[in-house]
């Protein structure tokens, strides 16, 4: 069983900055994939970025140039740096851990993009 626990979410102004941290209870080398999801009121859960085992990146259209996803193998940790923060990336952030068979979510935490 993997536990992941999201931390760093919080109010921020637009054009601000927040870092969510997801620590996983388990060696993040055994996941194929790990990944950020956010899911906004009223709409779906949608891929923000993700990281894979040979450490390959990828990016929502949405988030390029602004986000970055990050590791940490030894602290079995997978971070979100989030730049430039718009309203509508107002949402609960959710790490995922892949592996070939399953995969897990954490609890979520809310970042909220507002004046």
């Known amino acids: 069983q993997v536990q992941l626990v999201e931390s760093g979410g919080g109010l921020v102004q637009p054009g601000g900055s927040l870092r969510l941290s997801c620590a996983a209870s388990?060696?993040?080398?055994?996941?194929?994939?790990m990944g950020w999801y956010r899911q906004a009121p009223g709409k779906e859960r949608e891929l923000v970025a993700s990281?894979?085992?040979?450490?390959?990146?990828g990016y929502a259209d949405s988030v390029k140039g602004r986000f970055t996803i990050s590791r940490d193998i030894a602290k079995n940790t997978a971070d979100l740096q989030m730049n430039s923060l718009k309203p509508e990336d107002t949402a609960v952030y959710y790490c995922?851990?892949?592996?070939?068979?399953?995969?897990?979510w954490g609890q979520g935490t809310q970042v909220t993009v507002s004046s």
């Open positions: 995922n851990y892949k592996t070939f068979s399953r995969e897990y």
């Open positions: 388990v060696s993040i080398f055994s996941a194929n994939e």
């Open positions: 990281i894979a085992a040979l450490g390959r990146t």
